[in-house]
């Protein structure tokens, strides 16, 4: 697999460890590594930084001067989107959906909102239920009678551009279990606008890694998951040129943990959060990597993964935590001594 013939602006700091997290495999009786894609460097880094190393290159190969993506408020996205375009000199424009109807302050203009702005993007809100897609179509029309060249890099940078970003992950992920000699039994983590399942399910069958992953959802019922991570997984290996070698039954998402809705915290996953926390010294995030890791505790309690060594895939988020500090009472940690 010949990735660097795809136009490639490296940005992201690769690899990113993979390191065991031994306070959590003795409380869940499960061996459980951690790959850390919340290390990728780029404004707290995440997972959108990987797929941007390939979305920024074809913005810059289409002679872009302006970028413009679309998220919910606490997009990560947008966030590393807006870091990118900052580094590279490019415009940014953020359209924001108001997915949670939240009315808190700090949801609003905290966490990733404030660092999209000190990053230099703009930002636009918009109430829940509108056609982002064909928002973001408008703006960027605007912008281009104005005399400016878009690039509309898709909610989630999640297109067969943006998954080469982690069929990339899967060929670093391998590189780094085969050079060390370690065998990983299951990879599992949030999964969302799909990009980075599809471009993992894409590496990994392109390399016949047989290494199952399973993704937790964040938003979509699974069918509907399933079925998106499937298309652009198939359409990522279209553009690699091994077009059919994605196997249906390798897409695997479990929506259990997605509780009340997209970006609404959830209690396993304000737990997870804290574990992670508290057993790890790793931040999680409510939206995305709280209810994955919710999904691994839960069924690593309940003993789906018995006699494997798992490896988590932290996507990162983070930066939203300024965002939700409502989710949290840590008013017991004030104390008098
Ligand atoms: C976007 C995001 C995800 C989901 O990744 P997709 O490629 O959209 O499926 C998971 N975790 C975090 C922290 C994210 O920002």
Redesign the pocket.
Same mark, same amino acid.
């Given at each position: 697999m010949h990735l660097s013939r795809f136009p490639r602006v490296h940005l992201a700091h690769l690899p990113t460890p993979l390191e065991p997290m031994k306070r959590l495999s003795k409380e869940l009786g499960v061996e459980l590594w951690i790959k850390r894609d @919340?290390c990728t460097g780029m404004s707290t880094g +995440? !997972? %959108?930084t990987r %797929?941007l190393e390939f979305l920024m290159a074809e913005a810059i190969e289409q002679g872009a001067d302006m970028v413009m993506t679309q998220g919910a408020t606490q /997009? !990560?996205?947008g966030r590393q989107t807006a870091a990118y375009a900052a580094k590279l000199g490019l415009a940014c424009h953020i359209l924001l959906e108001d997915r949670t109807g939240y009315n808190n302050p700090n949801y609003n203009t905290n966490g990733n909102v404030l660092l999209d702005h000190l990053h230099g993007a703009t930002t636009e809100k918009f109430a829940a239920g509108h056609d982002m897609p064909a928002e973001m179509e408008r703006a960027a029309e605007k912008r281009r009678a104005e005399g400016h060249n878009v690039y509309v890099i898709p909610g &989630? +940078?999640?297109n067969p551009t943006g998954a080469l970003g *982690?069929v990339n992950c899967a060929f670093e992920l391998l590189n780094q279990v085969n050079t060390s000699g370690m065998k990983i039994d299951r990879l599992v983590?949030? /999964? $969302?606008?799909? +990009? =980075?399942?599809?471009g993992l399910v894409a590496g990994m069958s392109a390399m016949n890694a047989q290494i199952p992953i399973l &993704?937790i959802g /964040?938003r979509a019922p699974q069918p509907k998951q399933e079925q998106m991570v499937y298309d652009l997984a198939c359409k990522t290996v279209d553009k690699l040129g091994c077009s059919g070698i994605v196997k249906r039954e390798d897409v695997i998402a479990n929506t259990d943990y997605v509780g009340e809705g997209y970006g609404i915290p959830t209690e396993s996953g304000i737990e997870a959060i804290r574990m992670f926390a508290e057993f790890e010294g790793i931040l999680l @995030?409510p939206? *995305?990597?709280a209810k &994955?890791a919710a999904g691994l505790i839960d069924l690593a309690r309940k003993g789906a993964f018995k006699d494997e060594r798992v490896v988590f895939l932290h =996507? $990162? $988020?983070a930066a939203a935590l300024g965002g939700y500090d409502f989710a949290f009472d840590t008013s017991d940690r004030w104390v008098t001594l």
């Amino acid at each position: 697999m010949h990735l660097s013939r795809f136009p490639r602006v490296h940005l992201a700091h690769l690899p990113t460890p993979l390191e065991p997290m031994k306070r959590l495999s003795k409380e869940l009786g499960v061996e459980l590594w951690i790959k850390r894609d @919340d290390c990728t460097g780029m404004s707290t880094g +995440g !997972n %959108k930084t990987r %797929k941007l190393e390939f979305l920024m290159a074809e913005a810059i190969e289409q002679g872009a001067d302006m970028v413009m993506t679309q998220g919910a408020t606490q /997009t !990560n996205h947008g966030r590393q989107t807006a870091a990118y375009a900052a580094k590279l000199g490019l415009a940014c424009h953020i359209l924001l959906e108001d997915r949670t109807g939240y009315n808190n302050p700090n949801y609003n203009t905290n966490g990733n909102v404030l660092l999209d702005h000190l990053h230099g993007a703009t930002t636009e809100k918009f109430a829940a239920g509108h056609d982002m897609p064909a928002e973001m179509e408008r703006a960027a029309e605007k912008r281009r009678a104005e005399g400016h060249n878009v690039y509309v890099i898709p909610g &989630g +940078g999640s297109n067969p551009t943006g998954a080469l970003g *982690y069929v990339n992950c899967a060929f670093e992920l391998l590189n780094q279990v085969n050079t060390s000699g370690m065998k990983i039994d299951r990879l599992v983590h949030a /999964t $969302g606008s799909s +990009g =980075t399942q599809a471009g993992l399910v894409a590496g990994m069958s392109a390399m016949n890694a047989q290494i199952p992953i399973l &993704g937790i959802g /964040t938003r979509a019922p699974q069918p509907k998951q399933e079925q998106m991570v499937y298309d652009l997984a198939c359409k990522t290996v279209d553009k690699l040129g091994c077009s059919g070698i994605v196997k249906r039954e390798d897409v695997i998402a479990n929506t259990d943990y997605v509780g009340e809705g997209y970006g609404i915290p959830t209690e396993s996953g304000i737990e997870a959060i804290r574990m992670f926390a508290e057993f790890e010294g790793i931040l999680l @995030d409510p939206c *995305y990597s709280a209810k &994955g890791a919710a999904g691994l505790i839960d069924l690593a309690r309940k003993g789906a993964f018995k006699d494997e060594r798992v490896v988590f895939l932290h =996507t $990162g $988020g983070a930066a939203a935590l300024g965002g939700y500090d409502f989710a949290f009472d840590t008013s017991d940690r004030w104390v008098t001594l």
